[in-house]
């Protein structure tokens, strides 16, 4: 029996599978819907399987061997509530190891190096590695936390848009471009708002990017105050990951580094891999570990001998 | 038959009705459950027609006599959505204006004179009487406006607490106080975050504005920030509404002042009596143009001959 492992980046919008031999080499590579293990843990299981049968399939190899290979799974919404025992003995794969969205992340970021990453999309986490540990700061979601993200600039420009209705703040080119698009009318935005969704509100985050660059004064300002979270928490995170490397991932990661301090613009990398790359990558290294728990301990025996 | 009329103040807890002669003389009061008309109008035109009825009985007057009174209505919830025709039809008055739960609020607060009302409770709102003409700022709820309300400044205080737990920003003791009552975990602030209403978030500004006046920096920043757009609000509310008067009502009016500049605490001015005594002044108003414009025009038909 050949030996596989797959990697699983599985997130709220799509699930995404690769099926590589022990070394982590890609044999191929699997597609499905939505792996949410917080809101539907029985489509999630559904999906993940699904992206890995498609993968077994893409590499030629019958779909059903998937119960013989070992998954790392990389997983939106694992922090929260605890999902992942119940999502874990209901998956086909021989091992299961369930971990964040953003580990494999950071693992297909900076590869096994130690360092910091910043998601920088919709919402906002921030990770490093120092010393082979792994650290976390935000990634807390709209409500309380997040801030930075395209999700909090939306909201912002938003409540800015109204304060502008009211006569309370000056407008500019950014808040007039939202105004316009509610027809001036206040009940219409303040409904919108409270319909929306976090990725409702990120929709509008480019536009503030847009006009910052052309220097309209009202986005400037917003786009300021999210920058001075973003540094802020970059302060707080390579201060554990160090400073010789510090990678940007998500929609805003294009956006951003113009408005970063120059310590931080300084250390920028490119990432090496994609989240998928990571999981690939963090499956061979504890499919290595569990071969040599496997082996009978020869080391252990000749120290003795 | 004796002419009554109502008035009613009807808000999200309680209703508040008081019976009165034609001239506003308050003959009675009735309190019963809450009013509003967005979240449950049904039960809302219940609980005013309950409140009237006991303040009929409570002056002595046959409950059914609310038929024959004119009655004027405060009501939170009037701006959003168009409930407000399906409510005044279905009331057993003999005649029914339904406004704001803002405008009896000012007609309490400074009679018939022109000046300005801040309420700054949970959420924010100002107004203005300038000509006889009512104008509103803000008041456009918790997810983008009422800022330097109770709802904003609890919100931003978990936020920063927050921020603290992740190392971002230093601590102090007012997100010292959060962080042990939530024992640090902060998946446990994040949930309670989640399943906050505005009034939950509202109960912490207490906190922010006892810490700010013990000189804790973070209270300070906190409170700044509120007081930041209040301020900016009382100067484009005072804009209209001048600079001879202005009344701060709703639960943070006491604690508010010491943080407003100069200019606005200059001309503050106690409120004349309260929102119930507003919708009683204004029925009484409305009864006397009714009688007004029932009677025979004997001025035009003078001013003709």
């Known amino acids: ?25 890609v044999l191929g590579r699997g597609k499905s819907g939505a792996a949410n293990i917080l809101t539907d843990p029985n ?4 999906s993940i399987t699904d992206a890995a049968e498609a993968a077994f399939r893409d590499a030629g190899l019958p779909p059903e061997e998937v119960r013989n290979a070992d998954a790392f799974l990389g997983l939106a919404g694992t922090n929260v509530g605890n999902l992942t025992q119940y999502v874990r003995e209901r998956l086909p794969f021989r091992h299961t ?24 999309g919709t919402g906002t986490i921030f990770m490093a590695r120092r010393d082979g540990k792994v650290h976390y700061i935000g990634g807390w979601g709209f409500t309380i936390g997040d801030l ?26 950014v808040t007039a471009a939202i105004l316009d698009e509610f027809r001036h009318d206040p009940t219409a935005m303040v409904e919108f708002a409270r319909l929306s969704k ?14 910052a660059q052309a220097g309209d004064k009202g986005a400037l300002a917003l786009l300021q105050d999210g920058a001075r979270s973003v540094n802020e928490a970059l302060d707080a995170i390579t201060r554990i990951g160090g400073h010789e490397r510090l990678c940007l991932l998500g929609g805003l990661a294009p956006l ?14 490119e990432p090496q891999a994609d989240a998928l790359t990571g999981a690939v990558a963090l499956a061979a290294k504890r499919h290595k570990e569990r071969a040599r728990d496997d082996e009978p301990r020869r080391d252990e025996a000749g120290d003795a001998s």
Chains 1, 2 share one sequence.
């Open 1 to 25: 029996m050949a030996d596989f492992i797959i990697g699983i980046d599985g997130g709220g919008t799509s699930c995404r599978a690769a099926v590589a031999d022990p070394r982590g080499v």
């Open 256 to 269: 951003y580094p113009a408005w970063l301090e120059a310590r931080h613009r300084a250390i920028l990398v």
């Open 97 to 120: 190891d369930i971990d964040s969205d953003g580990l494999i992340a950071l693992q297909g970021a900076i590869g096994d190096a130690d360092g910091s990453v910043a998601i920088l």
């Open 198 to 211: 976090p990725g409702d509100f990120g929709r509008y985050a480019p536009l503030v990017f847009r006009h």
């Open 148 to 173: 930075g993200g395209g999700a909090r600039l939306g909201h912002a420009l938003l409540q800015e848009a109204l304060l502008v209705h009211d006569g309370i703040h000056e407008g500019s080119a």
């Open 43 to 46: 489509n999630a299981i559904q």
